[in-house]
């Protein structure tokens, strides 16, 4: 496109005061008996590439998501919708955390505010509720979040040339933890680092209901995993982690059995109790392409075991505010399983 561009500019001998290009949609204000010759040009560039065109109507324009408009000689912006537009958002009654809520009308607040012209905020903004209402949202909650909102970046518009300590402004971080109801929350109040939020990510969404139209992998084929080993004439088990195929670990755990220096604690097991290991039913219990997230993940799977064969130094590196939530869940999988 920059290429298109230079070679039209340098051609049209047209003043265009206003030009803006998103990928391939292109928005620019040229005088009306120029409209054809220009449209042409850009055509003409590549018979492989046609343009469409659409004009202004009523001095307002359609333009990704702001309608563009000039009133009095000056260019106004507001929201656009397209008519397909179906006003569904993050229902208020769906399992997520009252953060995610809150921020789907901090966002369409900010999207109002910042790509709308002052005179169209009201109008804007009795849409948003409108919207928000069907969508299950309290009125209560939509006027304390939208006042809030609108308070803070007042207050940010006041103070946006404070800096700290001269050095600039500091930013902020996000810590990332899976949403479980009644315990994602105290992470709120164990953790304290500074200059860090705390961010609730759902674990159900759209992508582990709607699968794409690939073949199912292999489960040996899988990558950055953590599996579990059984032994078939026990109840004991053996946890790791790789990032490599699995079927390539796995051949690495049989390879060691032919070693004379073997220190591997399933081919150990194997020796000393003359067991046979359940290779094939190997289990996959998570998968996580980030290395410091799957070896949490993998002392978390060790700890979870009842009869372990992994090394007590497997998880020396676990924090300790792991310890109480695996302790809860294991109460918790006992009570279940009794009653």
Same mark, same amino acid.
């Given at each position: 496109m920059e290429d298109l561009e230079t070679k039209i500019f340098s051609t049209i001998n047209v003043d265009i005061p206003i030009y803006q290009r998103y990928v391939d949609d292109i928005l620019l204000a040229i005088p009306k008996k120029d409209i054809e010759r220009v449209f042409d040009t850009f055509n003409s560039y590549n018979e492989r590439i046609n343009f469409t065109l659409e004009c202004s109507i009523d001095g307002w324009i359609n333009?990704?998501?702001?309608?563009?408009?000039?009133?009095n000689g000056r260019v106004l912006f507001d929201i656009y919708k397209k008519p397909t537009n179906s006003g569904?958002?993050?229902?208020?009654?769906s399992n997520h955390p009252m953060y995610h809520k809150k921020g789907v009308i901090?966002?369409?607040?900010?999207?109002?505010?910042?790509?709308?012209?002052?005179?169209?905020?009201?109008?804007?903004?009795?849409?948003?509720? $409108?919207?928000?209402?069907?969508n299950g949202y309290p009125l209560e909650f939509l006027f304390s *979040?939208? &006042? =809030?909102?609108?308070?803070?970046?007042?207050f940010c518009n006041i103070n946006r040339n404070i800096v700290n300590n001269g050095t600039g402004r500091v930013k902020n971080n996000f810590f990332v933890v899976p949403c479980h109801k009644n315990i994602s929350e105290k992470f709120r109040s164990i953790i304290n680092i500074p200059n860090t939020n705390i961010a609730y990510k759902p674990i159900n969404n759209l992508g582990g209901i709607i699968k794409t139209?690939?073949?199912?992998?292999?489960?040996?084929?899988?990558?950055?995993?953590?599996?579990?080993?059984?032994?078939?004439?026990?109840?004991?088990?053996?946890?790791?982690?790789?990032?490599? $195929?699995?079927?390539?670990?796995?051949?690495?755990?049989?390879?060691?059995?032919?070693? *004379?220096? &073997? =220190?591997s604690v399933v081919s150990k097991h194997q020796l000393n109790c003359k067991h046979d290991i359940d290779w094939d039913n190997t289990a996959i219990l998570d998968s996580e392409p980030v290395y410091f997230k799957r070896t949490i993940s993998e002392m978390i799977h060790i700890k979870n075991q009842i009869n372990c064969l992994n090394l007590q130094s497997d998880t020396e590196k676990l924090p300790q505010l792991y310890f109480s939530i695996i302790t809860n869940t294991h109460q918790d999988s006992n009570t279940n399983s009794q009653s």
């Open positions: 333009f990704l998501d702001v309608k563009v408009g000039v009133e569904r958002y993050l229902n208020f009654f901090i966002s369409l607040i900010d999207r109002i505010i910042f790509l709308s012209h002052p005179k169209f905020h009201t109008k804007n903004i009795i849409e948003l509720i $409108r919207i928000l209402i069907i *979040s939208i &006042n =809030n909102r609108i308070n803070s970046l007042k139209g690939k073949d199912k992998l292999n489960k040996f084929d899988n990558t950055n995993v953590v599996y579990r080993i059984n032994c078939r004439d026990c109840d004991m088990t053996y946890v790791g982690q790789t990032k490599r $195929r699995l079927r390539t670990r796995l051949k690495e755990h049989r390879d060691d059995l032919k070693k *004379s220096n &073997n =220190n």
